[in-house]
């Protein structure tokens, strides 16, 4: 889950910094076939930037290092019967939410695409100077791949030759691939805004291009506005084509925009660079912050122990769950704690060492970990009452709970040891189990 949302936030901060190079440096430009170009670029390079496996994206590394406070379980006790828990984690309920809304978006885009073929299927078709039109009037004036919907009242109409003419070059120039492709990367990304204005980036990108080839053909300019503004006349979106796309394909056409040459595509590659280098000093800013302060303090201890590595411990070749599984498949409620009816949090912190090994360490040698909001002190084993305001329980019952994490996570089988650059190291970990009786 933790990689996935990793991912997820890699590539949309990619989107962003793209965005923004589109921004600085081709949203004046007059040429729109390099705006095209580096638009569909935007959309693809963050998608093939978490695709790339991990040797080739070491120069990067992880912008948000794996946690290492892992989730905690809760092991109910009631009588002699036992019972051990897990807690769905908030990153799988961010996980499935994301995955909610997202499926939501697909299966609107599905139910798009099966009206456009139903439209495809029943509607007329027509012949006009040999070439083969469907006629619609809920999608007049529209082209999907190599399909373009008139309306058959307005085909005597004096501006049909001009919206003809501007179909047809979106049905030649594969523009419902570049529609395609900018709604799927919005399913991808539906809660960033980004992704939202960089799609209707696309979208009236495409208007301007056809509009300006258009134009270059000799048609007269006055005309061909007029076709802009009749083509939607009689709408029901009246209100908002003209607000937010004929309006600006008409100033687009009256601008004298200075027209710029191929070489700035060139500017994709340090564009992409920079979101490199930007994700690798993130890294290094969130690491140096929350993470690797303790490792540093750490140096003057015999081996070093570490919160930051390039690979993260796995427990029997899986996820973190699995270890947590272990723990609860293995840990007993301490009968004397049960029958007091002590109740608690127990925190462990115990180091995968560079053999694999689980150990708990000394707490002489343990500097200071990060602030967080669980523990205020620096202990190995530390202990929590879950109501706050309770007496604290007697100490040996204390010692009892804490005893039985203790036995159940130093008894867990070898782990995968964690790496950086390659080499095994010692790492770290959290740990807190819940007490609870029922």
């Known amino acids: 889950m933790n990689d996935f ?4 936030l890699e590539l949309n901060i990619a989107l962003v910094i793209l965005f923004l190079g589109y921004k600085l440096f081709f949203e ?3 040429n729109f076939f390099v705006r095209r170009v580096y638009l569909i670029s935007a959309m693809l390079l963050p998608v093939l930037l978490i695709l790339l496996p991990d040797w080739a994206r070491s120069i990067t590394g992880r912008m948000i290092p794996a946690t290492f406070h892992l989730d905690q379980i809760t092991v109910f006790g009631n009588g002699a019967r036992q019972e051990m828990t897990e807690p769905i984690s908030p990153g799988f309920c961010t996980v499935i939410c994301y995955l909610s809304v997202a499926s ?6 599905m139910i798009h695409l099966i009206r456009i073929m139903l439209a495809v299927k029943r509607s007329p078709r027509i012949k006009v100077n040999s070439i083969t039109l469907f006629a619609n009037p809920a999608l007049h004036a529209s082209s999907f791949f190599g399909y373009i919907f008139v309306d058959p ?3 005597d109409q004096v501006s049909f030759h001009h919206i003809l003419e ?7 120039e594969w523009h419902s691939a570049d529609r395609i492709l900018a709604e799927l990367f ?4 539906w809660f960033n805004p980004v992704a939202w204005i960089l799609r209707r980036t696309v979208i009236e990108n495409l208007e301007y291009l056809i509009d300006s080839i258009v134009v270059k053909k000799g048609t007269d300019l006055n005309r061909y506005q007029w076709s802009i503004l009749n083509q939607y006349i009689g709408s029901v979106s009246i209100t908002n084509q003209f607000s937010s796309q004929i309006k600006n394909r008409i100033n687009m056409l009256n601008r004298n925009y ?6 700035k595509l060139a500017m994709i590659l340090p564009i992409v660079l920079i979101t490199f280098i930007f994700i690798s000093c993130t890294e290094k800013d969130v690491n140096s912050d929350l993470t690797n302060e303790f490792a540093k303090k750490s140096a003057s201890t015999e081996s070093k122990i570490y919160q930051q590595v390039d690979e993260m411990p796995a427990f029997q070749g899986g996820e973190p769950i699995e270890f947590r599984r272990f723990i609860a498949q293995n840990i007993i409620y301490p009968r004397e704690a049960m029958e007091n009816g002590v109740t608690g949090r127990v925190f462990v912190v115990f180091v995968v060492r560079d053999d694999g090994t689980v150990v708990i360490p000394d707490p002489a040698e343990l500097p200071p970990p990060p602030e967080t909001d669980e523990m205020d002190e620096v202990v190995v084993v530390g202990y929590r009452p879950l109501d706050k305001e309770a007496p604290l329980p007697d100490e040996k019952y204390i010692e009892l709970l804490k005893n039985e994490a203790v036995r159940v996570v130093t008894s867990s089988p070898n782990w995968e040891p964690g790496k950086i650059e390659g080499n095994p190291v010692n790492v770290m970990f959290t740990f807190p189990i819940n007490f609870v009786l029922q």
């Open 5 to 8: 949302l990793i991912n997820l």
């Open 28 to 30: 004046k430009d007059g």
């Open 104 to 109: 939501v978006g697909m299966i609107r885009f």
């Open 153 to 155: 009242n307005r085909i």
């Open 166 to 172: 501007h179909e047809q070059v979106h049905r030649r």
């Open 186 to 189: 919005v399913l991808i990304n």
């Open 258 to 263: 200075k027209v710029g040459s191929t070489w």
